[in-house]
């Protein structure tokens, strides 16, 4: 799976959804870059997930527009300059909030599957 | 966060995004050589995954919501490099836009000025004008508004309470004593007036109510401008005496210069005037009365109080106050007739103005043809349409503001040159400035044409498809013809309008100018006299002051004739009084009307008026002997049609006796050239001051004026008439001097106005529209140019080429003129409603106009016609 949008529309709201609460998911152990978030989810997905730039810069534009993360510019541990993002209190609540929702979302599914594979049988 | 701050943010945070894109990108490309790819490799694979930088960025800018300040920036950017790159396009469209708008401004500044601004005292929403107002009657010269009686006033005053009411009345006079006497313009007024306005005295103090009773010691302010002239600005003036109609004067203050109604120089306390007139509930002595609403009152509530004022005078004086109520209204500027003529004149620049937009329209959608190709290219590489449609309205809104500011730039130019020019001075003049409302104005201008010539190419912007016009190579001009036309038609329609319009008031301007006026203008001195106040009480004495000026003024070399007249022709003033031919006098409103005129034997030599029938006044005719009267060939014609109306008698509101018809002279245009045709009151007679009653004869010597016929230029003999006629005491003054000629000429000074006007809002109009039309056929015959190759090889003559290239022309040409034809018969009925002496449609002018403008815009169109016909079928072939 690719998140990529090139517009915003009611189609992708899902997968920017998805998007904002990888990305915040990923900065609940830290601050981190822009390449860093990337980075991480797709080793976290085993490179199943591959941010494109495209969609990442945007997605964190809109997350601090919403005030979910804060930017401040700081060193890396190779001594160059980076934009770090940090969770806002206001992030963390929107994470389990998205959590919450993603789950429900993941079972739901998960029952319809199950159901088409054995009509008629319920748990 | 404000609009500025967030502009100022918007260039930091440019430069992080790009920062923190390139971060990104060594990061990844330090990963990839980290994992063994070579550097040169890393970074290429670095750079596509990232994408396009400038797609990211642009991405990022719609998550932030701040892309609109970019695009904004970019096609202002953008915008400036296409108008640098074609200078002429940019001159074209920003001088064309510059005069419509400035000449658009110009009027609205003066129309702002005059017509809306409010009157120019404190909290001008509080003043209310009073009139007295009858029921049933309405009496055509005044409607049913009637200026106050003294009485009436006196008691509105004392009894409505939200309304604080003051009273003035004109009453002019010659002040005297030290220095030149001099006539000046002068208010009688309650003492409460200048209070009630909110004008504070600059010095002393204003009229009293101690001052405003009869009898009281004569009390003066006097203006500014008196105290300039007479006094020097002295302080000591306050206190001193200035003597006015030969009465002492004390001087308690003077009034700021912007106190100014009818330019009065000296106000008295209008109870001070003792003439039994003042005294009369029945009496309509000019008394002009304003108010202002108490805190609280509003003016329902003050109308109320004086309807119950009005019914309850009419219970008690029912002889004078019958029918008769009170109206009060709020207070405006009295602007006279100028309201039609700066209405007229906004048509005009309006539609100058619409032909600047159609024009720059025109260039714009040419241009946005020719640039198909490029736009095409930009649609192909991802920019989206609304991003192109915003780029059209930038640059119209550049356009359209630039020239709106070079159009205020004009205005500010212009505007003062334009008021010094009005005919007559432009009441309120002091009041036309450019202020915000102004420049509120002139930016909405701006805009809206900016929208209405963006319109043009954004409405071809959607219909737009990037293939057809890449492969097109840039030739393609179908679509855009059709709109071409249009704009081609409607610039010839509004030119036409314009065009026809200067040429009917042209017309208008020729007929009147050769009508004859019924005198002889030529060599004729008017001016207003007043004879020493100091006599006025003694009609004897003021009798023997007049002779002896027509004696002295005789004496005078260069002096043919002398006479005395209280209405000159063709000046503001006239004396309308009811007659009948037989008892009974008949009802007072369905009495005829004529214009009475009291004048001394030599008139007729001095007017040069034709003696039709009869005789004229001679110095047998004195008080005692058979009052006599001469009428005009007007009255002659329809009071006695056939009869020989010599002997006959008249009965007129002047005196309880008949007057018998001596004489019949020609009509003369008192009304003015234009104006006298459709003057209600046509009728005139003569009759001689020697027979006007004692009783009268004061009041009638305030209105008198001295007409002069002269052998040399009448203006040389001012000074020494005025020299000469100054009486024993020097206090006899002539004022208001003018020649004849010069009043005539002053009656159609509108029109005058009016054609210059017009003629260069015509000329410029159809300028516009040649360039328009130049412009059009230009490009249009420009993007052909490998179609006429094309039929040139199969034979087509240079002669075929002009001639099909014309006649697309032509075919435009004559559908607007057919268009402007009708708007303009429909422009000449609105002409005729607001234009005195209009005359009628004139199929010649009418055609004449027509053909110029058919004429010019065909030439306008041959020049790139006959260039199309010169292309080089070879060349324009091989352009393929």
């Known amino acids: 799976m690719t998140l990529h949008s090139s517009r915003p529309d009611a189609r992708t709201d899902l997968l920017h959804g998805t998007l904002d609460m990888l990305i915040l998911r990923t900065l609940q152990w830290g601050p981190q870059h822009g390449y860093a978030i990337g980075q991480t989810i797709r080793a976290q997905s085993s490179d199943v997930l591959q941010v494109e730039a495209g969609s990442l810069y945007p997605g964190l534009q809109r997350l601090a527009k919403k005030g979910w993360v804060t930017a401040k510019w700081g060193q890396t541990e190779a001594n160059q300059r980076a934009k770090f993002y940090r969770l806002t209190p206001e992030g963390k609540k929107q994470l389990l909030r998205e959590e919450s929702r993603w789950n429900e979302l993941v079972q739901a599914i998960g029952r319809v599957m199950k159901a088409a594979l054995a009509p008629g049988t319920e748990e | 966060m404000t609009w500025l701050r967030r502009l100022l943010r918007h260039a930091e945070m440019e430069d992080q995004l790009d920062r923190e894109l390139r971060f990104h990108l060594e990061r990844h490309t330090a990963d990839l050589i980290a994992r063994g790819v070579a550097p040169d490799d890393a970074r290429r694979q670095a750079r596509l995954e990232l994408g396009g930088p400038e797609q990211v960025k642009e991405q990022c800018r719609d998550a932030r919501g701040t892309r609109w300040v970019d695009d904004l920036r970019q096609d202002v950017r953008y915008v400036l490099r296409t108008l640098r790159r074609r200078p002429g396009f940019a001159a074209v469209a920003l001088l064309t836009l510059a005069l419509g708008s400035g000449a658009t ?87 409460n007036l200048m209070s009630v306005l909110g004008v504070a005295p600059i010095a002393g103090r204003s009229l009293l109510p101690e001052d405003d009773r009869p009898g009281a010691a004569p009390a003066a302010v006097i203006s500014q401008a008196l105290w300039q002239r007479r006094f020097g600005g002295a302080p000591s003036a306050v206190g001193a005496t200035v003597t006015f109609e030969s009465m002492p004067y004390t001087i308690v203050g003077v009034a700021p210069a912007t106190f100014t109604i009818r330019g009065a120089d000296i106000l008295t306390p209008i109870a001070q005037n003792p003439r039994p007139f003042m005294r009369l509930r029945g009496a309509h002595p000019g008394i002009s009365v304003w108010a202002r609403l108490r805190p609280g009152a509003t003016r329902a509530a003050a109308q109320a109080e004086l309807d119950a004022v009005g019914r309850n005078l009419a219970a008690h004086y029912p002889e004078s106050n019958a029918n008769r109520g009170f109206i009060a209204e709020p207070l405006r500027p009295d602007v006279g007739g100028v309201r039609p003529t700066l209405w007229l004149l906004m048509g005009a620049v309006a539609l100058v103005l619409l032909i600047a937009c159609v024009n720059v329209a025109s260039l714009l959608l040419a241009r946005a043809v020719s640039q198909d190709r490029e736009v095409a290219l930009r649609v192909a590489l991802g920019a989206g349409r609304g991003r192109l449609v915003r780029q059209h309205l930038t640059e119209s809104a550049v356009l359209g503001i630039s020239g709106g500011t070079l159009g205020v730039g004009l205005a500010a130019i212009g505007v003062q040159p334009f008021v010094l020019l009005w005919p007559g001075g432009l009441p309120g003049a002091d009041r036309v400035q ?73 017309r208008t301007l020729l007929r009147l100018s050769s009508v004859d006026p019924g005198v002889n203008l030529r060599n ?22 007049w002779q002896t000026v027509i004696d002295r003024g005789h ?46 034997p030599e008139y007729l030599d001095v007017m040069g008026i034709p003696l039709r029938r009869g005789r004229f006044f001679d110095d047998h005719d004195r008080l005692g002997s058979e009052p006599v009267v001469v009428i005009d060939e007007v009255m002659a014609q329809r009071v006695f049609a056939g009869q020989d109306p010599l002997g006959k008698r008249l009965w007129t509101d002047l ?28 009728d005139q007679f003569y009759y001689p001051f020697a027979q006007v009653p004692d009783a009268n004869v004061r009041r009638w010597s305030e209105l008198m004026s001295i007409a002069v016929r002269t ?99 032509a075919r435009m040409i004559a559908a607007g003129a057919l268009l402007g034809a009708c708007a303009a018969w429909a422009a000449e009925r609105v002409l005729q409603r607001l234009v005195e002496g209009m005359i009628d449609t004139e199929l010649s002018t009418f055609g004449a106009m027509v053909a110029i403008l058919v004429l010019a815009a065909l030439v306008a169109s041959f020049v790139p016609a006959r260039r199309a016909s010169r292309v080089d079928a070879m060349t324009a072939l091989r352009q393929e």
Not at chain 2, 452 to 480: C, E, H, I, M, Y
Not at chain 2, 524 to 545: E, F, K, N, W, Y
Request: with cysteine; charged share 15%.
């Open chain 2, 105 to 191: 401004t110009v009027i609205f500044t003066v129309m702002h000025g005059v017509l809306f601004k409010p009157v120019p005292f404190a909290d001008p929403a509080t003043l209310v004008k009073v009139d007295e107002q009858t029921k049933g009657i309405v009496d055509y010269r005044w409607g049913d508004r009637w200026a106050f009686s003294y009485p009436n006033f006196l008691d509105c005053q004392r009894d409505v309470r939200s309304l604080d009411m003051a009273a003035f009345r004109y009453g002019g006079g010659t002040v005297s004593g030290s220095g030149d006497p001099e006539f000046v313009d002068a208010l009688q007024v309650s003492a």
């Open chain 2, 655 to 682: 005196a309880p006796e008949p007057l018998i018809v001596v004489g019949v002279v020609g009509h003369v245009r008192h009304w003015g050239l234009a104006a006298d045709d459709r003057a209600q009151v046509r």
């Open chain 2, 524 to 545: 004729v001195l008017t001016s207003r006299m007043a004879v020493s106040p100091s006599i006025l009480s003694d009609p004897g004495r003021v009798r023997a002051a």
């Open chain 2, 434 to 506: 450019l202020d915000w409302s102004v420049l509120a104005f002139a930016l909405g201008v701006s805009l809206a044409c900016g929208f209405l010539f963006g319109l043009a190419p954004v409405l071809r912007a959607p219909s737009q498809r990037p293939d057809p016009a890449l492969r097109a190579g840039g030739r393609s001009v179908t679509g855009s013809r059709q709109l071409h036309s249009v704009f081609i038609v409607a610039e010839i329609a509004l030119a036409m309008v314009l065009l026809v319009s200067a040429g009917m008031l042209g």
């Open chain 2, 555 to 600: 004496r005078v070399p260069g002096v043919r004739a002398i006479a005395m007249v209280d209405t000159v022709p063709m000046r503001a003033g006239n004396n309308q009084v009811g007659y009948w031919t037989a008892p009974p006098e008949p009802e007072r409103m369905q009495k005829p009307l004529a214009l009475a005129n009291s004048v001394t």
């Open chain 2, 711 to 809: 052998g040399v230029e009448p203006l040389s003999l001012v000074e020494t008439l005025r020299h000469e006629l100054r009486g024993p005491g020097g206090d006899q003054v002539l004022y208001a001097t003018a020649t004849l000629e010069q009043l005539a000429n002053a009656t159609l000074a509108d029109q005058r106005f009016l054609v210059v006007l017009f003629g260069a809002f015509a000329a410029l109009a159809m300028t516009l529209a040649c360039i328009g039309i130049y412009g059009v056929q230009a490009y249009l015959t420009g993007q052909r140019v490998s179609e006429f190759g094309v039929r040139m090889a199969l034979g087509a003559t240079a002669r075929d080429v002009v001639r099909l290239v014309l006649g697309e022309s």
